[in-house]
């Protein structure tokens, strides 16, 4: 999960300096994606560089992914947005959802794991 962390991360920074720079954008809101990637960065990278953190980078990570996806989605309902604005929030939404979909599924199948081992 630290890779998919680090590669989310990674996805998001580049969204939000790519949507930044194509929207000629000066406010620091279409830079969101990238702070949230950042954060999903240092998680993954955290996680790799501490093992024994890892389980607890995790959750902090789903729940940030979580965090994401409801935030962008209520911008979308409760502004309207339109344009580069929506894009990005559709995307972060795709990109933080997947993250949020592959942690449930492997903390699920964590649990089944120790449960067989039982």
Same mark, same amino acid.
């Given at each position: 999960? #630290?890779?998919?962390?680090?590669?989310?991360?990674?996805? &998001?920074?580049?969204? *939000?300096? +790519? @949507?930044?720079?194509? !929207?000629?954008?000066?406010?620091?809101?279409?830079?969101?994606?990238?702070?949230?990637?950042?954060?999903?960065?240092?998680?993954?990278?955290?996680?790799?560089?501490?093992?024994?953190?890892?389980?607890?980078?995790?959750? #902090?990570?789903?729940?940030?992914?979580?965090?994401?996806? &409801?935030?962008?989605? *209520?911008? +979308? @309902?409760?502004?309207? !947005?339109?344009?580069?604005?929506?894009?990005?929030?559709?995307?972060?939404?795709?990109?933080?959802?997947?993250?949020?979909?592959?942690?449930?599924?492997?903390?699920?199948?964590?649990?089944?794991?120790?449960?067989?081992?039982?």
């Amino acid at each position: 999960m #630290a890779d998919k962390a680090s590669l989310s991360g990674g996805l &998001l920074i580049a969204l *939000g300096v +790519i @949507v930044t720079i194509l !929207s000629d954008s000066g406010s620091v809101t279409s830079m969101i994606p990238a702070f949230i990637g950042v954060l999903f960065l240092l998680l993954g990278i955290l996680a790799r560089v501490k093992p024994n953190l890892t389980h607890h980078l995790m959750h #902090a990570m789903a729940v940030l992914a979580l965090l994401a996806v &409801l935030g962008s989605f *209520g911008s +979308i @309902v409760g502004r309207g !947005s339109t344009g580069w604005a929506l894009f990005s929030q559709l995307v972060t939404i795709v990109i933080a959802g997947l993250l949020l979909q592959q942690s449930i599924k492997a903390f699920k199948d964590r649990s089944k794991r120790i449960a067989e081992e039982s």
